[in-house]
């Protein structure tokens, strides 16, 4: 699998990067079979958060012989800093380890949640503090809603962090506005050597009231076409990597997709671009 360079970290990551939630809901003996496969097909780089449900716990049988093979972030939605200070040192513990690739502020997408992270006494406090004492060597942010693009501009302008990781697919591509954000976001990272995550590449549609068939909070594109497009389309921008899908069923197919990757040109991203008026956009109604 192709590895990019996460801009100033210096880290080689794959450019599928393992988005733990999908074995935060299953036992281990699943979540085992999927972490193995992840290893198998060449993924260096692992994302976790204790919203993820039993994620961390998951890992930690694995942590001893991995732990240096691969890069770790992890995450705090707390908003102050003795609750993010508390809920690192809870991470750590149940990852059975003592430091971190990667710290990052959870779900960051609206400026008002900036704000509060951002105040004295803030949950960023923490995340220096961990850097200052060797916990975590590089600092970030993450966040889901159509608002991430611009929120996360402005957290730069805050504070000069290491990563940012938004949510970004063809089907959001066609949103002008939402496109005009994360163009100008992708050309501060590149100017700052920021490191750029994308979250939600097969995002279809929330799933409303319906069952819900993927354990994923979105639906998600689950045809091979579709996804190697979708992965495709991401992987031809200015980022490192993507986060793999949050269901395990699903995960093999982005694996795929990602192996058989080749940069689309510009006629052919316009033309899954135009495709988009198909779906519902994944941040619009409950998710905004």
């Not at 040192?89 to 059975?96: C, I, M, Q």
């Not at 991430?148 to 940012?164: C, G, I, Q, S, Y």
């Not at 990781?165 to 949103?175: A, K, R």
């Not at 991401?234 to 990597?241: G, I, K, R």
């Amino acid at each position: 699998m192709e590895q990019r360079r996460l801009g100033r970290t210096g880290h080689s990551s794959s450019v599928v990067a393992f988005g733990t939630a999908g074995i935060g809901g299953v036992d281990q003996e699943t979540a085992d079979l999927a972490i193995q496969l992840i290893l198998d097909r060449g993924v260096n780089h692992f994302d976790v958060a204790p919203r993820y449900g039993e994620a961390e716990v998951r890992l930690q049988p694995w942590m001893s012989c991995i732990r240096d093979r691969i890069f770790l972030g992890c995450k705090t939605a707390q908003r102050t800093r003795d609750a993010a200070t508390a809920e690192l040192h809870r991470s750590l513990e149940r990852l059975g380890i003592d430091r971190l690739d990667l710290y990052q502020l959870h779900a960051v997408g609206k400026l008002h949640e900036l704000d509060e992270c951002t105040a004295t006494g803030g949950a960023l406090e923490a995340l220096v503090e961990a850097r200052e004492s060797g916990i975590a060597r590089w600092l970030g942010i993450t966040g889901h809603t159509h608002d991430a693009p611009r929120t996360h501009l402005e957290a730069l302008r805050r504070f000069d962090f290491d990563t940012v990781m938004f949510p970004l697919n063809f089907i959001l591509w066609s949103d002008a506005q939402y496109r005009r954000d994360a163009e100008a976001l992708l050309e501060y990272c590149r100017r700052k050597d920021v490191g750029v995550h994308i979250i939600k590449t097969v995002a279809k549609d929330p799933w409303g009231g319906r069952p819900r068939t993927q354990a994923t909070w979105y639906e998600p594109f689950t045809d091979q076409a579709t996804i190697d497009q979708a992965v495709a389309f991401v992987l031809s921008q200015p980022v490192a990597t993507l986060v793999s899908v949050g269901d395990v069923t699903v995960l093999p197919k982005v694996l795929s997709a990602a192996e058989r990757f080749r940069p689309l040109d510009a006629a052919a991203q316009a033309a899954l671009v135009a495709t988009a008026d198909r779906y519902h956009s994944p941040f619009v109604g409950s998710w905004a």
